[in-house]
């Protein structure tokens, strides 16, 4: 006895959402769906738009009894249907909106022809009496996977990343999801409109979606795990441990760590994710991220990681009192200026000389881009341990250095500066020492507001005979590190990033001319001036 072949049935509401995807494709051509979708586009930008991508189909899911005879259940209405292939992208959405009820239940995707594009019918097969009813019903009303979609004509990937930009940054979309067919050869990414409609973009071939917004905001919340695992890390010294012994598993590592294994493990999975670490096989070594936590590499950035995840990290919980009321979080978490503040605590003002001395790689290539061969004496003004003095004197063994500090700061530096150097307890917001051909101020002004910045300088002016140069180096804005560091300044320090026309201005007001600026590594910049002559 031969069983009769299961024929697809559509609800009569199913049949009418197909018809009306069928009259928009007919009646709208690309100008007029864009317009529609992103009414924030200009002309000019449709019409550029429109250049590289076309109206292709509009999309709409239903629920027939079954897949089987779809096709033929779809001819019997006078439509065109291609092959019904499975809908991998659709099938996930789905998933993760309904979880296990959609159990193990396929999606199927077919094409149906019109007048040059299609409509494209997503089939989830809702048998009679099954709990997928209540899935059907939500979607009908939800419409959560009906869209138009736009097929991309211009091959290459500059062209689809320039796309995606426009219609994000100028168009107000949003994206949401997607991912790659391999039925198809096809990369279908979603966007949602501010109207909550929704669109896609069809690029042939494999392509990497665009990271859905609450995820990338996830991401931007969690930085503050981050911090305080790279600062664990150091803690623990386990780059040290790497690279002393590359690819120890995680029993030895805990072992040396005097860690919790378990712990331990969850730590390195999460720092493995972060990129500063791969594991294998139970295995762990470090990466080229990884690597300058070491504490003997030559620019370490262990003690920066310590300071940032536990003194500096501490004042963030006041950034909001800092951003009310413009003082730093610092002072109003402990009391006194971060500057008194570790003049109190030794081994707290340790640390931060050693971790400002972290970022000496900024300093390299300083005594290359200035000339120094008619020069003879240099003052470093508040030169923490006089990393970038220390760096001109090796560099150039004509120079004699001079380094004005905090007595408490000069005690570190002159095991940097064992020769050719002047160490001279002092305040520069009081007196800066005299008859330097240059002077140095590597990281200060940014400490200062306006004000105190044109105490300083003042006092370096004072100093200086016409002609002597002035060198300065600090991050400048809008380098997407200096506006980071510029947060930091105002939640831990009470200064300010600046950009280089605010130098210029706080120059020019104290009596110098900015010469030049050189960018340099991490994000730094070196300004170069020259004390002007006085007018009389």
Not at 408 to 423: G, I, K, S, V, W
Not at 449 to 458: M, S
Not at 511 to 516: A, I
Request: hydrophobic share 40%; net charge negative; aromatic share 6%.
């Amino acid at each position: 006895m031969t069983l009769p072949v299961a024929q697809a049935c559509l609800a009569a509401a199913d049949l009418e959402r197909i018809r009306r995807a069928v009259a928009h494709v007919r009646t709208h051509d690309t100008d007029q769906v864009l317009a529609d979708l992103l009414p924030d586009l200009t002309a000019e930008d449709r019409a550029d738009v429109s250049r590289h991508l076309v109206y292709d189909h509009t999309a709409v899911l239903v629920f027939p009894d079954c897949l089987e005879g779809l096709r033929d259940e779809l001819r019997r209405h006078d439509l065109e249907p291609g092959t019904v292939t499975p809908s991998v992208v659709v099938r996930g959405r789905l998933a993760r909106r309904y979880g296990a009820i959609l159990g193990e239940s396929p999606v199927g995707i077919v094409h149906v022809a019109v007048e040059g594009r299609s409509v494209e019918i997503f089939a989830l097969p809702v048998p009679p009496d099954s709990p997928l009813r209540a899935v059907a019903d939500d979607e009908r009303a939800a419409e959560h996977e009906a869209h138009h979609a736009f097929a991309l004509t211009s091959p290459g990937t500059v062209v689809p990343a320039g796309l995606r930009t426009l219609l994000t940054e100028c168009g107000g979309a949003v994206p949401d999801g997607g991912g790659y067919n391999g039925h198809e050869n096809v990369t279908v990414l979603y966007f949602r409109t501010r109207h909550h409609r929704r669109f896609e973009l069809r690029l042939p071939g494999r392509h990497e979606p665009l990271p859905d917004p609450a995820v990338s905001l996830l991401g931007v919340m969690t930085g503050a795990w981050a911090t305080q695992a790279v600062a664990t890390m150091a803690e623990l010294r386990i780059a040290d441990h790497l690279t002393d012994t590359p690819g120890l598993d995680t029993p030895t590592l805990a072992g040396l760590t005097a860690t919790h294994p378990d712990a331990l493990h969850r730590l390195l999975r999460y720092l493995t994710t972060l990129g500063l670490l791969t594991s294998t096989d139970g295995t762990h070594r470090l990466t080229a991220l990884g690597q300058p936590l070491c504490t003997t590499a030559e620019f370490s950035l262990h003690p920066l990681a310590l300071l940032y995840g536990r003194l500096f990290y501490d004042s963030f919980a006041d950034l909001t009192h800092a951003v009310r009321t413009g003082e730093e979080a610092f002072a109003h978490r402990h009391g006194r200026h971060h500057f008194a503040h570790l003049a109190e605590h030794p081994e707290l003002g340790a640390l931060f000389h050693n971790a400002m001395a972290a970022s000496a790689e900024m300093f390299t290539p300083v005594p290359h881009l200035v000339d120094f061969s008619a020069v003879r004496h240099v003052v470093d003004v508040g030169g923490g341990n006089g990393a970038l003095l220390g760096r001109l004197l090796r560099a150039h063994p004509h120079l004699e250095g001079v380094l004005l500090e905090r007595p408490q700061a000069l005690e570190a530096a002159r095991h940097q500066l064992t020769e050719r150097c002047t160490f001279v307890a002092g305040d520069f917001t009081r007196s800066v020492p005299k008859g330097g051909d240059v002077y140095l101020l590597s990281r200060v002004l940014h400490d200062w507001d306006d004000d105190r910045c044109a105490t300083i300088l003042d006092r370096c002016a004072q100093a200086m005979r016409p002609g002597a140069q002035l060198l300065v180096v600090e991050r400048l804005l809008p380098n997407p590190t200096a506006v980071a560091w510029d947060i930091h300044m105002l939640c831990n320090v009470g200064g300010r990033e600046r950009d280089e026309n605010h130098y210029r201005r706080l120059l020019a007001d104290t009596g110098f001319e900015l010469r030049g600026c050189h960018a340099l590594p991490l994000g730094a910049s070196l300004m170069t001036a020259v004390r002007a002559t006085p007018c009389f």
